[in-house]
């Protein structure tokens, strides 16, 4: 029994999953933070230029 405990603490196979799962929860926050943080800047610009065409005078024939 002592034997069959050493041999389930001594396992490394879990390690690796679970320090996958401690670097998807460290980089989740900031890859969301900086996809929002670009998503507005893009948005600001988009709408910079949408104002710029919509300022252009178009002559009708």
């Known amino acids: ?3 069959k405990i050493k041999t ?3 396992d490394e196979k879990g390690v690796s999953f ?3 799962g401690l670097w998807l929860t460290l980089l989740l926050p900031v ?3 900086a996809g929002v943080t ?3 800047s893009m948005g600001s610009i988009f709408s910079k230029i949408g104002n710029v065409i919509g300022g ?3 002559f009708e024939i």
């Open 31 to 33: 890859m969301v933070g």
């Open 1 to 3: 029994m002592l034997n």
């Open 38 to 40: 670009l998503s507005n």
């Open 56 to 58: 252009i005078n178009v």
């Open 8 to 10: 389930v603490l001594s």
């Open 18 to 20: 679970i320090e996958f």
